[in-house]
């Protein structure tokens, strides 16, 4: 089969852009090298569109919300993605958030039912140097590819560490301390009620003496070529925002805010929230807790949040290193590489995110 596009990287953007053109009925070729014996380090399976890092889409208000604006723009589209995310979705108050592997299946089924695309598992390690080529390998870019955008912008990529958060067994919750709200009691997107979060609240003293417990816990050492790397501001470590001082995170993640305590009757003086993360509601992510603290200290320093003293972890956070190109120098209006026009570059290896 020849092909009218090569599309290289299968994660959300690259399978967005194999769905719009091959239902359209453009040739493509998808190339993912996950499945063909290669992995990056933090991707977990082999599907399409895996979600590494958290399962929400973020704000689904089209009418208050830039990204819930751009939901709506791409439904108008009849974008895969986000037909996919309404069928895996799951409770998170006004936001979009979903059942990951339920996303990923429903990504690939429909892919793998289009008749002219075919979806190849190989690593690609160079450029093509001729064909319409879409590059959406996003900032886990392979590092053989890497080094061959990188020749071929002449410009060092931007680079930033981004943060994975742990996921908890619901079983292992105490409910008799934790309860069930949305903030300010907004009602769900899925309907039939307003209890969407697990609040896990702290009082003052709780509060320091986790945040002097993020400060002190061992954490994970960089090598020497990563030392000077940046953070990306928007999935900052929870240790990083605890050194910018006392209340950082009673501002960010454990805002309290509109959550009123059913057994108290007042806000707590912080908040540990979790979001569901499966459709079974087995699996609960902690929001906004992205952390490089080693798993051990994880485990232990978790463990002192009230309602999480016998929390299970189905995942411990983590830290990865992700690339990103210098778009506005690189690329043309059309986000095709300046030096080569007939590549493109789509997805979160433009900037987007970073």
């Known amino acids: 089969m020849t092909y009218d596009v090569h599309i290289i990287g299968g994660g959300l953007a690259g399978s967005e852009a194999a769905w719009q053109l091959a239902r359209r009925g453009l040739r493509v070729r998808l190339s993912e090298m996950r499945g063909g014996g290669d992995r990056s380090p933090a991707h977990h399976t082999d599907a399409l569109a895996e979600l590494v890092c958290s399962n929400s889409f973020r704000s689904d208000d089209?009418?208050?919300?830039?990204?819930?604006?751009?939901?709506?723009?791409?439904?108008?589209?009849?974008?895969?993605?986000?037909?996919?995310?309404?069928?895996a979705q799951v409770p998170a108050g006004s936001a979009l958030a979903v059942d990951r592997d339920v996303f990923s299946a429903e990504v690939e089924a429909a892919l793998a039912a289009l008749p002219t695309l075919d979806i190849v598992r190989e690593r690609i390690d160079r450029l093509p140097e001729a064909g319409l080529t879409i590059v959406a390998t996003g900032p886990l870019t392979a590092e053989a590819l890497a080094a061959s955008i990188a020749a071929a912008t002449g410009a060092d990529s931007l680079a930033f560490f981004d943060a994975i958060a742990p996921i908890v067994y619901h079983e292992s919750i105490d409910m008799d301390v934790c309860w069930m709200a949305s903030r300010w009691d907004k009602p769900s997107k899925l309907g039939g009620g307003i209890k969407d979060y697990i609040n896990c609240p702290m009082t003052r003293e709780e509060y320091i003496a986790f945040r002097e417990g993020l400060l002190a816990g061992e954490k994970t050492t960089f090598k020497e070529w990563e030392a000077n790397t940046p953070y990306f501001e928007g999935c900052m470590p929870i240790e990083v925002m605890a050194e910018r001082g006392e209340d950082t995170l009673r501002f960010g993640p454990m805002k309290p805010v509109g959550l009123d305590n059913p057994r108290t009757g007042r806000w707590p003086y912080a908040v540990v929230q979790l979001r569901q993360d499966n459709k079974l509601g087995t699996l609960w992510n902690m929001v906004g807790f992205q952390t490089k603290l080693k798993h051990a200290e994880q485990v232990r320093l978790f463990r002192t949040i009230p309602g999480l003293q016998n929390a299970e972890f189905a995942r411990l956070g983590g830290l990865h290193r992700n690339t990103f190109l210098n778009s506005p120098l690189l690329l043309d209006r059309q986000l095709r590489l300046k030096a080569a026009p007939h590549i493109r570059f789509a997805g979160q290896i433009t900037g987007c995110e970073g």
């Not at 208050?64 to 309404?86: I, T």
């Open 62 to 87: 089209d009418e208050k919300n830039a990204v819930g604006l751009l939901h709506h723009e791409m439904r108008q589209c009849q974008s895969l993605v986000m037909a996919a995310a309404a069928r």
